[in-house]
């Protein structure tokens, strides 16, 4: 078994993974922000931030594999604040890849990261600063292929897409939060601005599945390799209308939709990268209906 650092272990992603990796026998390290929640007893954690020089990284000299989950994951939170998206999207991962790569152990870097990428690769141009957030993941994604083709370390880009299906994530996501105005008997709010985007929502356990064969994947590789998934299914997409809609009809609540109130735009890749293939197990209906009965 591994010995396996997570950063950004306390959010929805890292704290299902390290349950999921602990409970297979591996070693678990973390680093976040917040104080530790919701973790397993194992878990070696320590608070802080990887983008802070003051935060020492050596523990990184003992790890055979890094999951970099940590940084700002809401396109709504990097608009707001673009600067701290970029120090803590840019700075600090590059930060944790310099220590990673100087390690003598080089240790694999899973690289947590978003669809949002391949949506501005796929317009060619970014617009305007509506788009950084995705250019702080885009950016994160190059820096971690220069530093770990440079050092020949082996990296794997995990981009995830719209990921939902946990009873903890109580926050404004859109999902859970028209789950609970269906609960309520309150409108479900469609605002203007949602009209023509399409979501891919993935469940968490699908999402803790594909890094965990991922892990598998990078432990089992005999040289380096260089690769990227896609964890979404691209053939399931729903707008948020069809959305309010299912949660209506699994829920059978009374609640009505509401109207509030302008669009998004195949990706190239690098020749040289190879893509692993994602199969969800979770259907959007049964996650809702999951949801409905535990939130």
């Known amino acids: 078994m591994a010995r396996i650092m997570i950063t950004g272990i306390c959010g929805l992603i890292g704290r299902n993974l390290a349950r999921a990796l602990v409970a297979k026998g591996h070693e678990v390290y973390g680093i976040d922000l917040v104080a530790a929640s919701g973790l397993p007893e194992s878990v070696r954690y320590h608070q802080g931030d990887i983008a802070d020089p003051g935060l020492g990284l050596d523990m990184l000299a003992s790890m055979e594999g890094v999951i970099h989950l940590a940084g700002v994951s809401r396109v709504s939170e ?30 694999w870097i899973m690289l947590g990261s978003t669809r949002e990428v391949d949506d501005l690769q796929r317009r060619g141009v970014f617009q305007s600063l509506q788009d950084i957030y995705a250019l ?76 965990v064969d991922g892990v598998n994947f990078l432990a089992a590789a005999s040289e380096p390799v260089h690769a990227i998934q896609r964890v979404w299914d691209a053939g399931s997409p729903t707008d948020s209308r069809g959305l309010a809609e299912m949660i209506l009809s699994i829920s059978r609540s009374h609640a009505k939709i509401q109207n509030i109130s302008v669009t998004r735009g195949q990706s190239q890749t690098d020749p040289a990268i190879q893509e692993l293939p994602f199969l969800p197990t979770v259907s959007i209906a049964a996650g809702i209906q999951e949801l409905l009965d535990n939130i």
Request: hydrophobic share 40%.
């Open 78 to 107: 990097a608009r707001a604040n673009p600067e701290l998206a970029l120090k803590a999207n840019v700075l600090g991962s590059t930060r944790l890849f310099q220590a990673v790569c100087h390690s003598a152990r080089k240790p």
């Open 136 to 211: 702080s993941k885009l950016a994160m994604e190059s820096v971690a292929s220069c530093y770990a083709r440079e050092s020949k370390s082996s990296l794997l880009i995990l981009r995830f897409s719209d990921v939902y299906g946990d009873p903890e994530d109580q926050g404004k996501k859109l999902l859970p939060t028209f789950i609970r105005q269906a609960k309520a008997g309150l409108p479900l709010s469609i605002h203007g601005s949602s009209h023509g985007v399409n979501f891919y929502f993935t469940h968490i356990r699908d999402v803790t599945q594909a890094v």
